[in-house]
C-alpha cells in the first residue's frame, strides 16, 4: 500500500528556535498534502493545505508566518516551526493525497517538545 | 461546534463486551473513514465506507454507513484489551472537500 514518511518521528528543541518537519510520499505522487495537529486527548486539527508549486493554504487561527510550509516537489512538503514556544509542543501529523487515485494516507506523525 | 460529532467521548468496556461508537455528520458524507490509533503515534485504517447502507466488517469491528448518509457507526464485538486505544472517523465534508476532517474521537479502554 502507498507509504508517507515523517522526520524526524521525534524532535525536542529550545524555545525560540525553528524546527523543520519533512513529510514525503514514497510510492505516490501527491500534488496535495495536509499538516494536521493533535493535542493530547484531542482529534487531529487540519492546519493547513500544502499544494505543489503553490502557497499552502491556512486554517482559520492557524499563523502563516510561524507554520512555514513548502511543497517543492510531487513526493515532499515541510513544514517548519519558527520561533518554537512550548504551546507549539504537539504531535503533528502529515497526509498525502494520491494524485490518482485521490486517496489520503497518513504518515505516521511527528512529536514535537519544545522546552 | 463540530461538523462531526462522535460518542461517546471515552468508553470504558469489560473485556469480552460489545460496544459501539457513533459518528454523526451536520452534511453529507462523501466517504466516512474510520481509524484508531495511541497518541503520539500514526493512524491505523480500519476501514472506509461509501454508500449509504454500506457495512464493512474486518475480525470483530464493523462499521456501517446509514442510508441517509449522514451516521455511522463502529461495532466492536467480543472486546479485548488490544482493541484499547482512541477511535476517530474521518470524511470529506461536501463534494468538493479534497482534506479529511476528524471527528472529535473516543477514547477506548478495555479492562482485563
Known amino acids: 500500500g502507498a507509504v508517507v514518511s515523517q522526520h524526524p518521528s521525534r524532535v525536542i528543541c529550545k524555545s525560540g528556535t525553528s524546527v523543520k518537519i519533512e513529510c514525503r510520499s514514497l510510492?505516490?505522487?501527491?500534488?496535495?498534502m495536509f499538516w494536521y495537529r493533535q493535542f493530547p486527548k484531542q482529534s487531529l486539527m487540519l492546519m493547513a493545505t500544502?499544494?505543489?508549486?503553490?502557497?499552502?493554504?491556512?486554517e482559520q487561527g492557524v499563523e502563516k508566518d510561524k507554520f512555514l510550509i513548502n511543497h517543492a516537489s510531487l513526493t515532499l512538503s515541510t513544514l517548519t516551526v519558527t520561533s518554537a514556544h512550548p504551546e507549539d509542543s504537539s504531535f503533528y501529523i502529515c497526509?498525502?493525497?494520491?494524485?490518482?487515485?485521490?486517496?489520503?494516507?497518513f504518515g505516521p506523525g511527528t512529536r514535537l517538545t519544545v522546552t | 461546534s463540530q461538523e462531526l460529532e462522535q460518542s461517546p467521548q471515552s468508553l470504558i468496556v469489560q473485556e469480552g463486551k460489545n460496544l459501539t461508537i457513533n459518528c454523526t455528520s451536520s452534511?453529507?458524507?462523501?466517504?466516512l473513514y474510520w481509524y484508531k490509533q495511541k497518541y503520539g503515534e500514526g493512524l491505523i485504517f480500519l476501514m472506509m465506507?461509501?454508500?449509504?447502507?454500506e457495512e464493512k466488517s474486518h475480525e470483530k469491528i464493523t462499521a456501517k454507513l446509514d442510508e441517509k448518509k449522514q451516521q455511522s457507526s463502529l461495532h466492536i464485538t467480543a472486546s479485548q484489551p488490544s482493541h484499547a486505544g482512541i477511535y476517530l472517523c474521518?470524511?470529506?465534508?461536501?463534494?468538493?472537500?479534497?482534506?479529511?476532517?476528524f471527528g472529535s474521537g473516543t477514547q477506548l479502554t478495555v479492562l482485563p
Open positions: 474521518g470524511a470529506r465534508l461536501g463534494g468538493s472537500a479534497r482534506q479529511l476532517t
Open positions: 452534511k453529507t458524507l462523501y466517504g
Open positions: 510510492d505516490f505522487q501527491a500534488t496535495t
Open positions: 497526509s498525502a493525497r494520491d494524485h490518482k487515485s485521490g486517496e489520503q494516507y
Open positions: 465506507l461509501q454508500k449509504g447502507g
Open positions: 500544502s499544494n505543489e508549486g503553490s502557497k499552502a493554504t491556512y
